[in-house]
């Protein structure tokens, strides 16, 4: 009994903690650009300690944790209008990773993770370039390709393809390197973690919330969201998977 509230103590503690951490990163260490004119995208680190803490505490933790970051974060320093559709988002962002991390310490998911995460960050990139096009900012003629309207060099295409070969290959040479097959905090599970929930909250639901708030379609603020992603995705999962260094010392699921 006592080593159950033990437990309880410190999670609430770790989980109060988190909060104010992402709160803090949220409200102040963040960047809204506008798509299609509105105020439609945020670009910061307030999800990662609601990552951390659905990881390490588990699910419900990581779901209040979610919660009552962005209920006091509305209070202390609203960015705009309040929609509860983005509470459930928060919530999320810490029940998701922590049911992914049950069931893959638990080892009923058994898959590739690298696999999947580069097919992820595959389809991103590609929706990225067809985005481009779309809004005719590159486009084909006579052959050859054009940027604004002005013949792109070859040299940005191939940047580009590599530094997505970059994001997919560096978690398969980290894997292999470490020999992290059995290894719960290896950098391909972290990515696993951090990639689902991205695709079903950010991408998803956010871009749900944002088209009913702003009466705007869904398929007009997706672009941008999606070219955040082949950023976001990468950087949260080092920043994680750095600090889940220490995870091993929170004894608490």
Do not use: C
Request: charge should be positive.
């Amino acid at each position: 009994m006592n080593n159950k509230k033990l437990i309880n103590t410190r999670s609430l503690v770790g989980a109060s903690l988190l909060t104010a951490i992402s709160i803090v990163l949220t409200r102040a260490f963040s960047l809204i650009l506008p798509l299609a004119g509105l105020p439609a995208l945020r670009i910061g680190f307030g999800e990662i300690p609601i990552i951390i803490s659905g990881i390490i505490y588990g699910p419900l933790w990581g779901g209040l944790t979610g919660a009552i970051a962005d209920l006091i974060g509305v209070m202390i320093n609203p960015q705009g209008a309040f929609f509860p559709g983005f509470t459930l988002s928060s919530i999320l962002w810490g029940v998701i990773p922590g049911i992914l991390y049950s069931l893959v310490k638990k080892n009923k998911i058994r898959i590739n993770f690298n696999v999947i995460n580069g097919i992820v960050l595959t389809l991103i990139a590609t929706g990225i370039v067809f985005v481009l096009f779309d809004n005719k900012v590159l486009a084909v003629k006579n052959g050859a390709y054009y940027m604004y309207d002005k013949p792109m060099p070859i040299l940005y295409a191939i940047l580009y393809v590599l530094l997505v070969a970059v994001f997919i290959t560096i978690p398969f040479i980290l894997t292999r390197k470490g020999n992290t097959k059995n290894e719960i905090y290896s950098v391909d599970k972290i990515a696993f973690m951090i990639t689902v929930p991205y695709v079903i909250i950010s991408l998803g639901l956010n871009t749900l919330w944002l088209s009913m708030m702003f009466e705007k379609g869904f398929l007009l603020l997706l672009p941008g969201r999606i070219l955040a992603g082949l950023i976001i995705i990468p950087l949260h999962t080092t920043i994680v998977y750095t600090i889940s260094k220490s995870f091993k010392h929170i004894k608490v699921r």
